[in-house]
């Protein structure tokens, strides 16, 4: 029974580097009963550009994702960053979008209303607040309420959750030393906690860490939520 | 290239020493911080930063009426107002009175808008001899440093440090026991203060309705500062006014807190003029001076005015997880942590710090922790977009934008460009990259072809 039809932004970075935790999120959505629509001219929210002081390049980007959802009802977003990108920022960029745009957790907890998906993963989790979600969007308990309906996940905090992990787009290769130390220091925080996961709902986040414990050569992974609500 | 920033930066990030001494001693300033604006420790906390930020809005937007009111209520208790542009105006004031009396040595307390325009160096100079009285100024003084944090100037080092440099500067056996140092420091100074000329103080705040300046101190040198000697020069910035005295409350309950983690700190001194008949302390002459140098900028401009904000607590640096790596030094001016790279710019011009609005991965951590809710990311998001950019990466954007909104062209480009990247690892962003962590594998298909392959399957 399909609940309604909602529509999929997957962002650039989920479309390029991480396609897993797309199909994940639509494998999610559509369990908790929804009809998906992922319009194929989607691109990527522009935060690149305003971030790094491109306003009119910004603001063309945002325009081109208005007109490509301007008949969604509801748009999900793998990504606390790009979610906060269209709901803060479209506006110093005077663009006006007609759907509601949720990050993906966000919409599990507060619009579908479904926190258990029957999903298995055995595993040490500990949890990172990425800092768009967290600050802009106000997302704390929803993921971990989400990661502790999953049946066989052990949950760990880490003392710094809600420090930056360094990523920070462009300042990630301009001020490549800070960004990386920023790493580190958060890496610091998970390997005191044990967790062999480190679970987010910003795959740009993830990137910056997975890089980070590659480079250490740590015996952890990083996941999307989605992709641990989708495991079986 | 690498500019002075940079070089600086680097420098920091390479001393594993300093990097220790920089995170414990913000931690400590972190946890302080937490405990005291607890839930449970301070439940009226957002109510009043609220207020605190309405009141500081409406300050600064009927600035000319309170600054003047304020001079009116200085005079009538028989100080003087100095209205000073710049730096040169400020020097030049002290120096003539200085001249006038025949005063040669100043004591100071902590004030970072005297940092701010230099005034030691330039009192110096002129062959004056001022001295910092507060323990951590009076540490940095002697190593002709600048503060390395706007409220702990001595973050920067450990009681061995400062045994290192009483030995080298004040000749004195080398003595790593911190009471044994404040000892040594407060014996010196004491007959500093007891000797000197002029005392020279900031301001934490200018209370308009009562012409009061208010100074807030954990070790009493401000007291001394300012009621020792016989003329009393208070020098503040022009955004320090807050309207009525009645307002102070939500202030000085903010400022301690998020500064140290104390509910209010061990002084608190409200001066309004100098002694009066009957009166046994203070100076016999007040002088107030009135610092523009800039300020006056970036009130006209409506988004970023909120800069002006500050009550210079440091929470913003201690929760900042760049500030953290990077230190005070590595900011080109005497503000540091996120505040200083939202100011600075501002003052100094946009195009003398080009890079530093760009030093910040935009976490929020600092605007979640300011008293007075500063939007410092809007700000330094809004700085980003005026700074001059190069017409390199200015092209890049613009390809970028035109793939963007050309979805056929971005996939094309996207397969290529992605497996491009990943090949070139010497080309300079793939270099910055791996210089600090490893790239994820580039997957065989996008997501887009992925959901193309799973819709022709169902």
């Not at chain 2, 680097?10 to 400590?28: C, F, R, S, V, W």
């Not at chain 2, 542009?85 to 001249?99: C, G, I, P």
Request: proline content about 5%.
């Amino acid at each position: 029974m399909a609940k309604g039809r909602i529509s999929l932004f997957v962002t650039c970075v989920v479309d390029q580097l991480f396609p897993n935790v797309g199909i994940a999120m639509a494998d999610v959505l559509e369990r908790a009963g929804y009809e998906l629509d992922v319009p194929e001219n989607q691109t990527c929210c522009g935060q690149p550009a305003f971030n790094s002081g491109y306003r009119e390049e910004a603001r063309m980007v945002a325009e081109h994702f208005r007109k490509v959802f301007a008949d969604a009802e509801y748009v999900i977003v793998p990504s606390g960053s790009c979610a906060s990108m269209i709901s803060h920022h479209f506006h110093d960029l005077q663009v006006k979008v007609a759907p509601k745009v949720y990050e993906f957790s966000t919409f599990l907890t507060e619009v579908a209303k479904i926190e258990d998906f029957g999903a298995k993963f055995d595993g040490v989790v500990t949890y990172h607040d990425s800092c768009h979600a967290l600050r802009d969007l106000r997302i704390k308990e929803g993921p971990r309420r989400l990661l502790s309906k999953v049946r066989g996940l052990e949950l760990r905090e880490m003392d710094a959750a809600e420090e930056c992990c360094g990523f920070g787009g462009t300042f990630s290769v301009k001020f490549a030393g800070i960004s990386g130390g920023m790493a580190r220091t958060k890496i610091e925080s998970i390997k005191r906690t044990g967790a062999d996961t480190i679970v987010s709902i910003d795959s740009s986040c993830l990137m910056q860490l997975q890089g980070a414990i590659s480079r250490e050569g740590l015996n952890m992974k990083t996941m999307h939520l989605a992709e641990v609500l989708a495991s079986k | 290239m690498i500019d002075a920033f940079e070089k600086k930066i680097g420098e920091t990030l390479a001393d594993p020493a300093l990097q220790l001494k920089i995170y414990t001693n913000t931690a400590t300033l972190v946890d302080k911080r937490k405990t005291a604006v607890s839930e449970e420790a301070f439940p009226e906390y957002q109510e009043l930063r609220t207020k605190a930020n309405a009141l500081k809005r409406h300050a600064i937007e009927h600035l000319d009426l309170y600054l003047e009111q304020f001079e009116a209520n200085v005079i009538a208790h028989g100080g003087k107002v100095i209205w000073c542009r710049d730096a040169t105006e400020v020097s030049d004031f002290v120096l003539n009175l200085a001249k006038e009396r025949q005063a040669k040595l100043i004591v100071k307390s902590k004030s970072m808008t005297t940092e701010e325009i230099d005034l030691n160096e330039r009192l110096e100079h002129h062959g004056l001899e001022p001295v910092e009285t507060d323990l951590g100024e009076y540490i940095i003084q002697l190593r002709h440093e600048r503060p390395y944090h706007i409220v702990a100037p001595a973050l920067h080092l450990t009681r061995h440090d400062v045994a290192d440099v009483f030995t080298e500067k004040l000749g004195i056996p080398h003595d790593t026991v911190i009471e044994n140092q404040t000892m040594t420091a407060r014996g010196l100074l004491r007959e500093k203060f007891l000797a000197a000329d002029i005392g020279i103080s900031g301001a934490n705040f200018l209370v308009a309705d009562s012409g009061a300046v208010v100074l807030v101190e954990n070790e009493g040198n401000a007291r001394l500062t300012t009621t020792a000697p016989k003329i009393h020069i208070a020098v503040a910035g022009i955004e320090k006014i807050i309207p009525r005295a009645q307002d102070l409350g939500v202030f000085l309950k903010l400022l301690g807190r998020s500064a140290t983690g104390q509910p209010l700190t061990v002084y608190t001194s409200f001066l309004s003029g100098p002694k009066r008949t009957g009166e046994i302390d203070g100076p016999e002459e007040f002088y107030l001076v009135l610092l523009d140098n800039g300020r006056t900028k970036l009130i006209a401009d409506e988004a970023k005015r909120q800069s002006l904000y500050c009550i210079r607590c440091g929470a913003c640096l201690n929760i900042c997880p760049v500030y953290r790596k990077i230190g005070g030094h590595s900011f080109p001016w005497a503000y540091s942590g996120p505040i200083g790279a939202i100011i600075s710019p501002q003052f100094l011009g946009i195009d003398h710090t080009p890079k530093l609005p760009f030093a910040s991965s935009l976490c929020g951590a600092c605007a979640d922790v300011c008293p007075v809710k500063i939007d410092i990311p809007q700000v330094l998001l809004d700085l980003r977009a005026e700074v001059s950019k190069s017409p390199l990466e200015h092209r890049a954007f613009r390809i970028f934008a035109w793939m963007m909104t050309h979805p056929a062209i971005y996939r094309l480009s996207a397969k290529i460009g992605l497996k491009l990247f990943f090949l070139a690892k010497l080309a300079p962003p793939a270099k910055a990259w791996l210089s600090q962590r490893d790239l994820p594998n580039p997957p065989e298909k996008s997501f887009t072809d992925l959901w193309k392959l799973r819709a022709k399957k169902s």
